[in-house]
Nanobody
Framework: QVQLVESGGGLVQPGGSLRLSCAASGGTFSSLHMSWYRQAPGKERELVAHISPSGITTYADSVKGRATISRDNAKNTVYLQMNSLKPEDTAIYYC?????????WGQGTQVTVSS
């Protein structure tokens, strides 16, 4: 069983930056595929970024060039650095861990981009 706890959300002005963190426990973190998703009000949850156990990364077109996903296996933590934030980035951001058997979700952290 994998437990995930996200942190780092908050209110930021357009053009600002945030770093989200997701701390994992209860599994072999280095073998997990880790992803960040987000869900805006009235919209479906969408994939933002993914990082494989070997460190290969992929990004949604909407955040490409503005987001960086990374992982620290020693700290069992995955990060999402978001720069040049836009109001349309406002959403609840969720961390997901994928093992060979199933996926696990965190509780989410709110990111609001507004002046």
């Amino acid at each position: 069983q994998v437990q995930l706890v996200e942190s780092g959300g908050g209110l930021v002005q357009p053009g600002g930056s945030l770093r989200l963190s997701c701390a994992a426990s209860g599994g072999t973190f280095s073998s997990l595929h880790m992803s960040w998703y987000r869900q805006a009000p009235g919209k479906e949850r969408e994939l933002v970024a993914h990082i494989s156990p070997s460190g290969i990364t992929t990004y949604a077109d909407s955040v490409k060039g503005r987001a960086t996903i990374s992982r620290d296996n020693a700290k069992n933590t995955v990060y999402l650095q978001m720069n040049s934030l836009k109001p349309e980035d406002t959403a609840i951001y969720y961390c997901k861990a994928q093992s060979w058997a199933r996926g696990y979700w965190g509780q989410g952290t709110q990111v609001t981009v507004s002046s």
